[in-house]
């Protein structure tokens, strides 16, 4: 045997045999295609549709925001909330402060809502570390409750307006940009909503996101293994608080409006649902969380005024009955019956 014969022999075997698919390579594939698919109709909405629909979606990725938030602190850590409302007013009248009080440009208020709030949420969860299950809940529930009526002490009138509230002026879009308001800010907090979401998989992918995982699953072998579980529990509420404090924020500039009914125990309890709707631990079920607070309560007035509570808790059991870990379950088993195919 020649050894072109030999050459062309092993040639044609190597070509013969498939060539194997890396799963790691499979999954960011798919990803990337469920992004794209995604960002394209969510950028050409606000071109599609009326004003109010727009207020509506930007409503969602506000709603969105908020829910991610608490998805890390609940989904991810473990931690119960029935207080995320007072996070997302905190947010809410910082923004409205520094707009009408003091002038400053609504991007500006973004951070600074996220970073009061951090600071907030992470002094609660100091002396909350002491506490699990139902008594941490019931300590976040006190927090839903109080924190509206401090706004309307009389101390704080001049920078809350008390009950009256404060008006906003929605802002124009920037650079000349031919949009208008409601589809700037639209786009505007859809990009904040992309941003968080990214930051929300990195933090979950680091070091620190498989602690606040580890405290989750067994807080005994996490501490055994030299995780400060004080630290990072207290560092949970900061986080998943900034990230609703600059909903809060986003929400405030939207609908141009924040007085203490505002935010009363409801939201927290809206927000709870939209977590579990969406799935707890799966970070996108928190648009369809989102969408699930705004649109089933409209949905349940639509059918009936005086019996909206009743048709809205018939919903929610339910999508409870069919999607028992929500969203995010179907997918998981919708995912696992892929890779067993």
């Known amino acids: 045997m020649t050894i072109e014969t030999s050459i062309a022999r092993q040639s044609s ?7 194997a698919v890396n799963p790691a390579q499979r999954l960011n594939a798919g990803r ?30 506000v709603y969105a925001i908020a829910i991610l938030g608490l998805n890390i602190l609940t989904g991810i850590n473990g931690q119960f909330s029935l207080g995320h409302g007072a996070f997302y007013a905190v947010g809410a009248y910082t923004a409205a402060i520094m707009m009408d009080r003091w002038g ?11 970073t009061i709030c951090f600071v907030v949420g992470f002094l609660f969860g100091l002396p909350a570390l002491r506490l ?43 650079f000349g940009l031919p949009l208008d308001q409601d ?45 400060n579980t004080a630290v990072y529990k207290s560092l949970a509420f900061g986080v998943s608080a900034l990230y609703t404090g600059v909903a809060g924020a ?7 409006f924040v007085a203490p009914d505002s935010f009363t125990f409801s939201l ?18 928190a648009l369809f969380g989102g969408a699930f607070v705004l649109f089933v309560p409209n949905f349940a007035e639509a059918i009936s005024k005086g019996l909206s509570g009743a048709v809205y808790g018939l919903v929610l059991i339910l999508l409870m009955y069919v999607m028992p870990s929500g969203l995010g379950g179907i997918v998981r088993a919708a995912k696992a019956l892929a890779w067993r195919k």
């Open 183 to 227: 589809q700037w800010l639209y786009l505007f907090t859809l990009s904040i909503g992309i941003v968080a979401y990214v930051c929300a998989r990195n933090l979950i992918a680091s070091r620190g996101g498989r602690a606040l995982m580890a405290i989750r699953d067994n807080p005994t072998a996490a501490r055994s293994m030299g995780i």
């Open 268 to 285: 927290s309890v809206a927000l709870l649902v939209g977590l579990v709707v969406g799935g707890v631990g799966w970070l996108p079920g």
């Open 250 to 256: 986003l929400g405030a500039i939207v609908v141009q």
């Open 13 to 19: 075997a190597t070509t013969s045999k498939p060539t």
């Open 104 to 114: 400053v440009g609504y991007f500006w208020t973004l951070p600074a809502a996220g």
């Open 32 to 61: 990337l295609t469920i992004a794209v698919t995604f960002l394209g109709p969510a950028i050409a909405a606000p071109f599609l549709v009326g004003n109010f629909l727009i207020f509506q979606l930007t409503m969602v990725l």
């Open 132 to 174: 699990e299950g139902v008594y941490l809940a019931l300590a976040t529930f006190a927090l839903a409750v109080v924190t509206p009526q401090l706004f309307k002490l009389s101390p704080f009138e001049p920078w809350t307006a008390g009950v009256t509230g404060i008006t906003l002026t929605k802002p124009d879009a920037p």
